[in-house]
């Protein structure tokens, strides 16, 4: 069999020993990362609009239904949480799948960005914050109505509910876009589908400022929300246990939103949590100059992370869908009749057990 020639297959600049670096760098590069395919981009796209949308249906209809009960500000907040997971995931989805169609590759050693990269980095930030923060006015707007009704009444209504929305949003906005002013830098982000902050190459005093700055405040909604959520569920609880409330139906509401508030917290948590804790340990290593050994490892685990903190936007929804008061007494009836089926097959078991026992002694006499 007649051997190939391993030099027919290299290109000619190589072979005359010029310009090899980039073509070495290309080559270790493919080997190294191999090329990622769209299909987990598309179903992380398609099944977010569609769960989304369903959530936005079911909070349309509910709206209508309580506009005029202190229900109606949570379902607001809902609302706008969910329309804005539906367009960070009709966004941001676009913008990777236009990397894929366009020949993505991984950024390399020197973290590229261009305009296009700009606007995806403060795509990422800016739906990341939103969640964050609109959990965290939601569980502050519950834990003042089950806490302070009657302040809540005073203070909360639909109109200054809108302007807390504008506030966020803008807060969101404001932190996104701080870049574009050199404050912090957008860089695309391995393998090369995605941007970011930058975390890996390179980090300077901006970006780890912004980094900080970043994950402070997502860190600081997230313990915002745990107090208050904290608060509320204490509450209710003291509440049924003195059962002194007359308005049940009231209380039965609070209970409701104060648990799909807990989910919706526990999500954010566990979506978001171990990419903010990566990126604040990555651009610190980063900008003290001793992530070399651990660069690949970061790249990957940064990859799997954003992935995670995709999937809040699919589960959000899912949160209010399944934990509605229909579906949790439903699931509580389930639960009562399985515990009750069982309870009365082993008290029926231990009343067949002791008869036999009893037969069992009045036959032994009988046969001495």
Known sequence: MQRRNASAELPAHVLNGTDQRPWLEAVSSNATHPRSTPTGAVLSMTLGIVFNVTAL??????YNRFRRRSKATFLLFASSLVATDLAGHLIAGALVLRRYTSGARDPGPRGESDASCMFMGGCMVFFGLCPLFLGCAMATERCMGVTRPLLHARLVSTARTKMALSFIWLLALGVSILPSFSLGT????????????????????????FVVLFSGLAFSSLAMALVCNTISGMTLVRARLKKTSQHCSARSHDTEMVVQLVGIMVTSSICWGPLLVLGL????SSYRGTLDGSRETYKNLMFTFVKMAACNQILDPWVYILLRRAILRKIYRITKKQASFKSSTFRSLRLDISSRQGSDKHKAPERG
């Open 57 to 62: 249906i079911i909070l349309a209809k509910a």
């Open 186 to 209: 957008y860089t695309y982000q391995h393998p090369g589908t995605w941007c970011f902050i930058r975390v890996m190459e390179g980090t300077r005093d901006a970006d780890l400022m």
């Open 281 to 284: 340990m990555s651009a610190a």
